[in-house]
């Protein structure tokens, strides 16, 4: 069996705001932790190279220690902060942009950014560098949650507007917050995307759903021994014990409301 960590960052900032502050992450720690990586001999790979390498759809070998490492939502400090530190280890990543959260958005513009974002032309200048882009959904809502017109114009917008500006293919996506459902992964599917991440703080394997990919969350309180000890497979349900609860817990809560939402019939 392959298995894969697959790390979810967010925002890189010494100065997060309250919205961002939980899922930041230190520069000073992203720098430890890449180096880490990069001395501990881990093959970076973006996302849409691991599923071509599991489906052995481009001619090489799964490496010996894969690792992929993706950013949510296209925060500013991608560009000014995370880029350069990518770069010096020469690490690819996975962006997975909002697109209607882009700073220079303009009549696309929708839903709320939690902090300053990267504008079409930052993101054009590191897809030049070698890091793929992602969709993450216009306005960032619970896809779980949506009828399905809304869930259609969310998923195709956003991989359409991406495409457009960055001049790229988009094939792969991460679910906001984490959430999907088998039916917002039939829509995933025929949206075009051949890959989603969600979350699940758990290492990713080839037996997983490639519409349901695993990550471990990387954050604010993440020690660099928990780091190490996560990207290496070791204790990783322990790690995130309590995360794992809360995601099973919400699980139910999202299902019984979307289910009251049919029954009401506003979806």
């Known amino acids: 069996m392959i298995r894969v ?20 992450v230190r520069p000073g720690d992203l720098a430890d932790q890449l180096a880490y990586l990069s001395e501990s ?21 799964m490496p010996a220690k894969p690792i992929v490492v993706t950013f949510d939502d296209g925060y500013a400090d991608f560009h000014s902060t995370a880029l350069p530190l990518l770069e010096r280890h ?29 504008s079409w032309g930052q993101a054009r200048e590191a897809a030049q560098t070698g890091i793929e882009f992602g969709g993450h959904s216009h306005s960032h809502p619970q896809l779980d949650q949506l009828p399905e017109a ?36 039939r829509e995933v599917r025929k949206a075009g995307y051949f890959a989603a991440c969600a979350v699940s703080n758990t290492i990713a394997a080839d037996r997983h759903d490639m519409l349901a990919i695993p990550r471990l969350t990387v954050a604010r309180h993440t020690t660099i021994n928990m780091f190490k000890r996560a990207v290496e497979g070791s204790a990783v349900p322990l ?9 099973k817990g919400y699980a139910v809560v999202r299902r019984t409301r979307y289910g009251l939402q049919r029954v009401r019939g506003n979806v």
Not at 239 to 247: D, F
């Open 5 to 24: 960590p697959i790390l979810m960052y967010h925002s890189v900032t010494d100065r997060p705001n309250d919205d961002t502050r939980p899922h930041s």
């Open 41 to 61: 001999g881990f093959t970076p790979l973006t996302l849409g190279d691991l599923v071509a390498s599991l489906n052995k759809n481009n001619g090489r070998s």
């Open 90 to 118: 020469d690490f690819p990543a996975t962006v997975f942009l909002t697109s209607g959260w882009v700073a220079d958005a303009g009549r696309d513009a929708a839903g709320r950014s939690l902090d300053e974002m990267l």
């Open 150 to 185: 809304e869930l259609r114009q969310e998923l195709r917008r956003n991989k359409g507007l991406l495409e457009e500006k960055i001049g790229a293919p988009v094939a792969t996506m991460a679910y906001p917050y984490g959430y999907s459902s088998a039916r917002v992964r």
């Open 239 to 247: 790690i995130y014990l309590r995360e794992r609860i809360l995601t």
